[in-house]
Nanobody, 125 residues
Framework: QVQLVESGGGLVQAGGSLRLSCAAS????????MGWFRQAPGKEREFVAA????????YYADSVKGRFTISRDNAKNTVYMQMNSLKPEDTAVYYC??????????????????WGQGTHVTVSS
């Protein structure tokens, strides 16, 4: 079992930056692939970024490539997402997710077993 708690959301102006954190409970965090997803009001949840247990494999949605960076610190049981050059369309609730790393990194929501409660990000124009 893994419990996930996101933090770092808030209100920022367009062009600004935020860093989201996702703290995981449990002693086997390093065995899990981690992902970030988001859901904007009135829209379906969408994939943002994912990282393998080692950090050696990373994937991004096209909409955030070059602006967002996912990373992890297994010693701290934490995954991060640095978000730069934020746009109003990045406004959403951001969720982190975890699943046992089986050698490939999931990029679809149903492939993740554990989810955090979400953190709100609002980008004003």
């Amino acid at each position: 079992q893994v419990q996930l708690v996101e933090s770092g959301g808030g209100l920022v102006q367009a062009g600004g930056s935020l860093r989201l954190s996702c703290a995981a409970s449990g002693r086997t965090f390093s065995r899990y692939a981690m992902g970030w997803f988001r859901q904007a009001p009135g829209k379906e949840r969408e994939f943002v970024a994912a990282i393998s247990w080692s950090g050696g494999s990373i994937y991004y949605a096209d909409s955030v490539k070059g602006r967002f960076t996912i990373s992890r610190d297994n010693a701290k049981n934490t995954v991060y997402m640095q978000m730069n050059s934020l746009k109003p369309e990045d406004t959403a609730v951001y969720y982190c997710a975890a699943n046992v790393d089986t050698g490939w990194v999931p990029v679809m929501g149903p492939q993740y077993a554990y989810w955090g409660q979400g953190t709100h990000v609002t980008v004003s124009s």
